[in-house]
């Protein structure tokens, strides 16, 4: 059995990000940037008013002032227009501030009389101007090499002309269940038997970590037919197998891989619930072989599959995302290993929930966080501790 650390970090140095590609930002959304991107434009791009109204010269306009309509411009082709002391130029927001104006005064500020207006306000120079520029510069950094993109992210993208973006590599995923135990859900439940949600969950845990699930296949504890599967599943970037890979007689998961030559990095790792938790490597693919308790397969797919695929797709972070939380009873980890708590994080509060084993499926689904006490470790009630979240 080794540490967690050491897992991860032997996991972690086994894998290599996939190959990067280039695709149409509205393609791009939650992959990683392959790449530090600039701007190529400044935003605003030109100065343009920020409201509809009149471009005038600023010092020029008194309360109760009159200035003579010259021209109007609207947004889109500049029409080059220039404005002086005594004159204004109707303008509408978006439209490129005319020559010679330093302030926008809104129309709700004038009085319009023919082809003059009377200012009804002081007016101050910058006014209602938004200036090239203000927001960002031309060569600034507007997204890092292994960064999420986000709706935000893509608009900027696009707003700097861009149709397409270099991001990392897709992960391909298989996913295959083991179990004699185990009926699909749809199919009729015979004595003994149970429904496989392996499958469903890990689908649902790749989905939301950006991988393509490309099989979903579901096989007995029969050495032929595993090894078949296993043949299918690694024509993928990660290969996800659940159950088989304890210490009984029909856990055969192990053998398996090694009879099909793939070498075993890590097989057993301190870690509640989760222990019997397998990784390999095997042609080109990386092979997760989870515990099959759904929380145990829940908690083992969290801290190291989705590092392991957020690598491939090359992001940077590959830590789950912590929030800080006030712990509402008293926690002791007694046991061998680092134990996660299935718990609630409501109203900046952590309160452990449902039963604390790893067959709980019903009470992981009530939790949205996970607390992680380290070997030996014990908090005390009204602690500030960092809980991983999944479900914000
Ligand atoms: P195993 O890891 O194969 O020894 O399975 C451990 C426990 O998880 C047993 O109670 C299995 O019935 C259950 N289990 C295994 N695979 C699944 C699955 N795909 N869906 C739901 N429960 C499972
Ligand atoms: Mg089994």
């Not at 008194?62 to 404005?83: I, Y």
């Not at 009389?113 to 101050?124: A, K, P, Q, R, Y």
């Not at 083991?178 to 009729?188: H, Q, S």
């Not at 970590?209 to 504890?221: F, L, N, Q, T, Y």
């Amino acid at each position: 059995m080794i540490s967690e650390e050491e897992a991860r970090r032997k996991m972690l140095g086994a894998i290599q990000p996939l190959p990067t590609r280039r695709v149409s930002i509205s393609s791009a959304l939650d992959s990683f940037a392959a790449a530090d991107v600039a701007a190529r434009l400044p935003l605003p791009t030109f100065d343009n008013s920020a409201m509809d109204g009149y471009a005038v010269v600023a010092s020029s306009c008194k309360k109760g002032e009159r200035l003579r309509v010259t021209g109007e411009q609207s947004a889109g082709p500049d029409r080059r227009l220039r404005v002086s002391p005594d004159e204004a130029v109707r303008t509408f927001t978006g439209a490129p501030v005319p020559r010679g104006a330093d302030a926008i005064v809104m129309q709700e500020d004038v009085t319009r009389d023919g082809d003059e207006i009377v200012i009804n306000t002081n007016v101050e120079a910058g006014e209602f101007v938004r200036r090239r520029g203000c927001d960002l510069a031309e060569g600034q950094k507007i997204l890092g090499k292994g960064e999420r993109i986000g709706p935000a992210v893509i608009a900027l993208l696009a707003s700097q002309g861009f149709a397409e973006v270099r991001i990392g590599g897709e992960a391909k995923a298989a996913i295959l269940a083991t179990g004699d135990e185990l009926v699909k859900p749809g199919r009729k439940l015979e004595p003994g038997q149970i429904y496989e949600s392996n499958s469903a969950l890990l689908n649902a845990l790749l989905q939301r970590c950006g991988a393509i699930v490309k099989s979903e296949e579901h096989c007995r504890d029969e050495r032929e037919s595993l090894i078949e599967a296993i043949k299918r599943g690694i024509e993928n970037n990660v290969l996800i197998i659940s159950g088989g890979v304890s210490v009984g007689e029909h856990d055969l998961v192990k053998d398996a891989l090694h009879e099909l030559g793939a070498q075993i990095d890590i097989w057993r790792v301190a870690i509640k619930p989760g222990k019997p938790f397998v990784f390999g490597q095997l042609n080109e693919c990386a092979v997760f072989g989870l515990p099959g308790n759904p929380v145990s397969a829940f908690v083992t797919f969290l801290q190291f599959v989705r590092p392991a695929i957020l690598k491939m797709m090359g992001a940077t972070n590959l830590d789950p995302p912590q929030l800080p939380a006030r712990l509402t009873v008293d926690l002791t980890n007694d046991s061998d290993r680092a134990h996660y708590i299935r718990g609630r994080l409501e109203h900046g509060k952590f309160a452990p929930v449902g039963r604390q084993e790893s067959h709980a499926l019903f009470g992981l689904s009530q939790s949205n966080a996970l607390l992680r006490l380290a070997l030996g470790q014990s908090l005390k009630a009204d602690e500030i501790v960092d809980v991983q979240i999944w479900d914000s």
